[in-house]
């Protein structure tokens, strides 16, 4: 069986998946072994740079995954705008600003259990995309997010408009 085909894992993404996905949707991948020893645990390949558009649908999808998130640290220079906290499903999830880089995303879940994604530009080519989501969530991955993405062509993540 592919790991596309995997039962719980979202399927290759299909090139014009910005265009064909409705609005809302989380375009996830994750890490699925028990031991987390990899540099990241998945990749979130977000529509726009709009936060509050994107945001909502990423903690939707990790808290069935994860349980409930409780935190997202988020480089604030990388977003249009970055609350201090949003609201999803009844749960206030606090917002921090961290310069950990335009291209990582922080995700805390309980009080200290910290998961890392590569955040994938917005703009990337589908091809691009999908290629740096397979490598953030190999399980032997040792390669930080800022390597992956200039390995898989785009070594500097977009400025927000």
Known sequence: MADSDTPGLPRLLPDA????????????????????EAIL????????RDIGAELPSLISALSEHLGPVTRVGLDGGA????????????????????????DTVL????D????????VP????????????ARAVRADNVTEA????IDTGSD??????
């Open 17 to 36: 998946v910005h265009r064909s996905v409705k609005p809302g949707t989380a375009l996830l991948r994750l890490e699925t072994t028990h031991a987390r």
């Open 41 to 48: 645990d998945g990749a979130w390949w977000p529509r726009s």
């Open 79 to 102: 977003w249009d705008e970055l609350p201090t906290r949003v609201m999803v499903d009844g749960r206030v999830v606090h917002i921090d600003s961290f310069p950990v880089g335009d």
């Open 107 to 110: 995700i805390t879940r309980g």
């Open 112 to 119: 200290r259990d910290l998961f890392s994604l590569l955040l």
């Open 122 to 133: 917005p703009d990337m080519s589908p091809d691009a995309a999908r290629d740096a989501m």
């Open 146 to 149: 800022k390597q992956i993405l």
């Open 156 to 161: 500097t993540p977009p400025t927000p408009a």
